[in-house]
């Protein structure tokens, strides 16, 4: 439907397509989604990944798990801790050092 309306798919639009069809044990749809986010030069993170090689193990893929598997070297993680360039940005390095600040009583 995206590629149907002209617009061309992200990464993040690709992880969510996976995520949905693997939350409903649709493991061959996601592999598929996965394989036309490679063929994008697009990776997912690590997190979609191990979701998609969880799922197709349970649906008793197992050569497809494998496969999918292997190419995590070359998976990712994709979202930065903090997005740079820009004065309001937080990282939650920041948000764990404002709480210990906040609960230490000297």
């Known amino acids: 439907?995206?590629?149907?309306?002209?617009?061309e798919p992200n990464a993040y639009m690709y992880q969510m397509l996976i995520r949905a069809y693997c939350k409903r044990e649709r493991a061959a749809l996601a592999l598929r989604v996965f394989e036309d986010m490679r063929g994008?030069?697009?990776w997912p993170n690590a997190a979609t990944k191990a979701l998609l090689v969880k799922s197709l193990w349970?649906?008793?893929?197992?050569?497809?798990a494998a496969a999918v598997e292997e190419k995590g070297e070359e998976v990712r993680?994709?979202?930065p801790v903090a997005l740079p360039g820009h004065v309001w940005n937080v990282s939650s390095a920041d948000l764990v050092m404002e709480v210990v600040d906040a609960c230490s009583f000297k």
């Open 1 to 7: 439907m995206v590629r149907q309306s002209e617009l």
């Open 58 to 64: 349970k649906e008793g893929k197992l050569r497809e």
């Open 40 to 42: 994008a030069d697009l």
């Open 77 to 79: 993680d994709l979202l």
